[in-house]
């Protein structure tokens, strides 16, 4: 694996609907050679797929981050994923858990069967509208065709609009056009889903940067060398960045180095050991808002069978 490999899966993390041709212009490689280290990632088991994650808000719930530290205790990854209302968990380099939860709207409190299963209790952080990068930028109701199209793309969310029209029964025109505008004004994100331990060559890592003020975008390019900026958010200040180090100790450095810099507030550097996604759970809140939209139609048929 090569740095236009590193390239590629930074852009795929950045934009993953990004097309061939474009991901090609950016790496400097034609279409046809960029599908084919996609598929080579792929077989190689580093690029394992696409998984789509609709927005808290948009299910009715709030998101919250639990963190665990590491401890003697060695976690399963699907015991995590059992738990009710967790949709995310990634086991981190230094063997720490972060665990996503979506959580009924005026439900709070700790998730003992987490703690059980850590032997420990965890540190929340609840996001509410304004600190949330997966709460929509304002407020979205979805209509039973989007929940339509957000049940189709939960299956592969790089899926021509042809093939996702199909599924869902709508016209490609709408597909694509609601597909961008559900990821541009955050109530879907797509994430690429990549076994970082799998790249050889050097070791591939996530950098999440939290910034004292807002910075040019001159800067934020230039405060990390060794990475791609794939993500920039206002409210709080913070970025992330996909960056490549030549062995581990490195990585702490670069940590180190930009963590120290006057603008920044905080900075931290991980790369996943596994990550897991509750699939199931989340297509049957998807199913559920499918029904909600349904209901009344059911209701109204039969009251119009009544009436004649």
């Known amino acids: ?17 990004a ?7 950016r790496i400097g490689l034609a279409a046809s050679s960029v599908r084919g280290r996609v598929a080579r990632l792929q077989d190689q088991g580093v690029l394992r797929g696409f998984q789509l994650l609709p927005g808290a808000p948009a299910l009715g719930r709030a998101r919250e981050l639990w963190r665990y530290p590491a401890s003697r205790v060695t976690p399963d990854l699907s015991s995590v994923l059992a738990v009710d209302d967790v949709v995310v968990a990634v086991e981190w380099h230094d063997r720490s858990w972060s665990v996503f939860a979506y959580r009924a709207e005026g439900v709070r409190g700790p998730l003992r069967a987490l703690d059980e299963i850590f032997g420990v209790g965890g540190a929340v952080t609840r996001f509410g509208p304004s600190d949330d990068d997966l709460a929509p930028a304002r407020p979205t109701v979805l209509s039973r065709p989007d929940w339509r199209l957000v049940q189709a793309l939960l299956e592969d ?9 199909r599924r869902c029964g709508q016209s490609p025109k709408r597909v694509r056009t609601r597909r961008r505008s559900l990821l541009e004004h955050r109530v879907l994100q797509i994430v ?3 076994d970082y331990a799998k790249f050889r060559g050097s070791v591939i890592f996530g950098l999440s940067v939290f910034f004292r003020a807002p910075l040019s975008s001159q800067t934020l390019e230039a405060l990390v060398p060794e990475g791609v900026l794939v993500r920039y958010n206002d409210h709080p200040p913070s970025a992330f960045y996909v ?21 920044v507030r905080e900075a931290e550097a991980g790369f996943e050991r596994a990550r897991g996604f509750a699939a199931d759970r989340v297509r049957g809140w998807v199913a559920d808002q ?5 209901a009344p139609r059911s209701v109204g048929r039969r009251n119009s069978g009544r009436a004649t």
């Open 1 to 17: 694996m090569d740095d236009r490999d590193f390239h590629l899966l930074a852009e795929l993390v950045r934009e993953p609907l």
């Open 19 to 25: 097309s061939y041709a474009t991901l090609g212009r």
């Open 157 to 165: 969310p790089r899926a021509p609009a042809e093939a996702l029209a």
């Open 192 to 194: 690429p889903h990549v």
């Open 243 to 263: 960056c490549s180090a030549a062995s581990v100790p490195a990585v702490a450095e670069v940590e180190r180095r930009v963590g120290a810099t006057a603008q």
């Open 290 to 294: 499918i029904a909600r939209w349904e």
